[in-house]
């Protein structure tokens, strides 16, 4: 597989190899051992969770308090997304930028974000399903998010398809004032965190 580096520091896009026949198509989109010389540790999954999206879906911005945060693998099973990674660290080089990848059936790529980022993904097409690998267990009481639509943070969407928003994200703080009142991880804690885990 090629695991290649995004702009944002410490997340990666993944394509792994791809074998068709006359009977389709076989391919392997996790491997441990791979993923691990990239970022330096065993990406321990605790949990799978799957979306299913209608076109236009935009489900994001998520993030989770570091420690422990979740870093999270995602791939698309069916239908295409665009997965954004925002760096919402304060105190990073690239605090307040993103990156995007094209999940789909065709490359099948995937993309690695580690804790304390940013995550949102927006549907290209009915029925897009979304698998995620996630190395803690969803917790509620640690879970936040930002507006999709903030302009600070300006992730570009196709022209002509309507976002369709959930009643939460449309009321999620923007990045400055999330920053203002506190809810962002710092870049230092991130990185204290992740060098604990190698």
Sequence with gaps: MDIRPLKIEHAFEITPQQFPDDRGVFTSPFQS?????VIGHTLTVAQTNVSV???????GIHYADV????????????????????????????????DSVVLDTKDRKAVYLPEGMGHALFALEDESTAL?????????????GLNPLDS???????????????????????????????????????????????
């Excluded at 999206?53 to 489900?59: E, L, V």
């Excluded at 422990?68 to 698309?76: C, D, L």
């Design 53 to 59: 999206s209608r076109k236009g879906a935009f489900r």
């Design 33 to 37: 051992a791979a993923l691990a010389k």
């Design 67 to 98: 420690p422990p945060s979740q870093a999270k693998y995602v791939t698309a099973v069916s239908g295409s997304l665009i997965d954004f990674i925002v760096d919402i660290r304060v105190g990073s080089p690239t605090f307040g930028q993103w």
């Design 132 to 144: 995620y690998l996630c190395s803690t267990p969803f917790s509620p009481g640690r879970e936040h």
């Design 152 to 198: 600070s943070i300006g992730l570009e969407t196709p022209a002509g398809v309507e976002p369709v928003i959930s009643e939460k994200d449309a009321a999620a703080p923007s990045l400055e004032e999330a920053a203002a009142q506190g809810l962002l991880p710092t870049y230092a804690a991130c990185l204290e965190f992740y060098n604990s885990l190698t």
